[in-house]
């Protein structure tokens, strides 16, 4: 039976929290569609519309698995070995959800539980419509939305859970940093740190997209044929949405409108503004120009990096973070032409390797003064912080680099790709019966 807390014994919430946790929700809502403009812009013509509705039929579907287990697997109180809690445990918000007047039950700090949910769900939309840039253009669109469903349940939801539920990758002392430094008073003396989702989104969707982008193989032409970005300005509007979202993102983890979320979001601003810098610059030092492309995405690798980090740096580590990301992901995209995988719009060469770098810069740049251990940069044992990410972003690139493969095999007679006569033809017209733009259709009718 749900528990339910009467209007009149209700608690007293900050108005102003509550406002700002449910802005912060909607900004990275916003975030999906801006990653579909992103996305749809990197893609060719003939694909646009199935890259954004990768992105839309993500949104679609985690919002109701979310409502009916997600939520439960990832915060719920009935753990199951540190890796997920029990779904049945609060299946459809039972138990979350008070009465009439909105009132909640186990409310999360300084407003109602259920604002909580609304803001957790949308890391889980955006967490898996990322993975979709990297299998563009020939992935079954029913395929997809199967897969979105499995991959948050058997994969987002535990991570979640790992991470910030209290679970292996935490701060309990039941969790791989405990085990390895000790703890006091059932916390670990050396707690890992994951502000707003290295570890659990970047880090998640980049080794996830990397596994698809193996399995399912690569594009027709791959290596023969320039997969150019078909609208540029598109991509541009992208970035700029997800900039704009992310400090929903980032300065909401704060959970509150306080200093700790005026400092996410002064870092956010200033990791970015560096990354693109560091892009350009290594664009311009290697290829000889800096591009509209290599701004828009210097300015995702810039978020990305600083996710984690966003609520325990100074801003001038922010502004090293930021660079140094912006250079490692500019020379991380080549690595698909090296090793041969089609990541087709560059998420193992942004999120991946921006999250890791991210998660583990921690280490260096903790300052220790914003409820943290100290990095390296900030001396006394800095070292045992940097030891801590760097083991929670290898256990996190294991478990994901498992699941995201049964997840690929369990849904393999589905079908994962298109006929190959339809993806020379366009992904559009196959699994959608349209087109983008008018000089298509007229071209496809005549």
Same mark, same amino acid.
């Not at 541009?236 to 300065?251: E, S, T």
């Given at each position: 039976?749900?528990?339910?807390?009467?209007?009149?014994?209700?608690?007293? #919430?900050? +108005?102003?929290?509550?406002?700002?946790m449910l802005m912060a929700a909607s900004l990275v809502l916003?975030?999906?569609? *801006?990653?579909?403009?992103?996305?749809?812009?990197?893609?060719?013509?003939?694909?646009?519309?199935?890259?954004?509705?990768?992105?839309?039929?993500?949104?679609?579907? =985690?919002? =109701?698995? %979310?409502?009916?287990? *997600?939520?439960?697997?990832? %915060? *719920?109180?009935?753990? =199951?070995?540190g890796i997920f809690a029990n779904p049945f445990e609060q299946f459809g918000l039972a138990g979350v959800i008070g009465d009439a007047d909105g009132w909640v039950a186990g409310a999360t700090g300084t407003y109602p539980q259920v604002i909580d949910v609304g803001f957790q769900v949308t890391f889980a939309i955006i967490t898996c419509a990322l993975i979709s840039g990297a299998i563009a253009e020939r992935t079954k669109f029913g395929t997809w939305l199967a897969f979105t469903a499995l991959w948050v349940t058997l994969c987002y939801f535990p991570l979640a859970h790992m991470v910030w539920g209290g679970g292996l990758l935490g701060d309990g002392e039941t969790g791989?940093?405990?085990?390895?430094?000790?703890?006091?008073?059932?916390?670990?003396?050396?707690?890992?740190?994951? #502000? +707003?989702?290295?570890?659990?989104?970047?880090?998640?969707?980049?080794?996830?997209g990397l596994v698809l982008a193996v399995l399912i193989g690569k594009r027709l032409g791959f290596g023969k044929t320039a997969f150019r970005p078909h609208n540029l300005p598109f991509v541009?509007? *992208?970035?700029?949405?997800?900039? #704009?979202?992310?400090?929903? #993102?980032?300065?909401g983890s704060a959970f509150a409108a306080d200093g700790a979320a005026g400092l996410a979001w002064v870092n956010t601003t200033a990791a970015t503004a560096a990354a693109m810098l560091g892009w350009l610059a290594t664009e311009r030092l290697r290829?000889?120009? +800096?591009?509209s492309l290599g701004a828009a995405s210097g300015i995702v690798a810039g978020l990305v990096a600083i996710t984690p980090a966003a609520g325990s740096v100074h801003p001038l580590g922010a502004i090293a973070i930021g660079a140094i990301a912006g250079a490692l992901a500019a020379l991380a995209i080549s690595l698909k032409n090296r090793f041969g995988y089609d990541d087709a719009l560059d998420v193992v060469g942004v999120h991946l390797v921006a999250g890791l770098w991210g998660t583990i810069a921690i280490g260096f740049f903790a300052t220790g003064t914003f409820g943290t251990a100290p990095g390296l940069f900030y001396g006394g044992d800095g070292w045992k912080l940097l030891v801590v990410q760097i083991v929670i972003a290898l256990v996190a690139l294991v478990f994901t680099?498992?699941?995201?493969?049964?997840?690929? %095999?369990?849904?393999?007679?589905?079908?994962?790709?298109?006929?190959e006569a339809d993806e020379s033809a366009?992904?559009?017209?196959?699994?959608?019966?349209?087109?983008?733009?008018?000089?298509?259709?007229?071209?496809?009718?005549?």
């Open positions: 039976m749900n528990s339910v807390i009467l209007a009149q014994d209700a608690p007293t #919430f900050s +108005a102003g929290d509550s406002a700002w916003l975030m999906t569609p *801006g990653l579909a403009f992103f996305y749809g812009g990197m893609s060719r013509q003939k694909s646009v519309l199935n890259m954004m509705m990768m992105s839309f039929g993500a949104m679609g579907v =985690i919002a =109701i698995v %979310y409502i009916l287990w *997600g939520w439960s697997m990832s %915060y *719920g109180t009935q753990a =199951i070995a791989f940093a405990s085990w390895i430094f000790g703890s006091t008073d059932g916390e670990a003396n050396v707690a890992p740190v994951d #502000f +707003a989702g290295g570890t659990v989104v970047h880090i998640n969707a980049g080794m996830a541009m509007l *992208g970035a700029a949405l997800l900039w #704009f979202g992310w400090f929903g #993102f980032n300065a290829d000889g120009h +800096a591009t680099a498992i699941m995201t493969t049964v997840c690929f %095999y369990v849904l393999k007679p589905l079908g994962w790709r298109i006929d366009g992904i559009d017209g196959a699994e959608h019966a349209e087109t983008a733009y008018e000089s298509q259709t007229q071209a496809l009718r005549g």
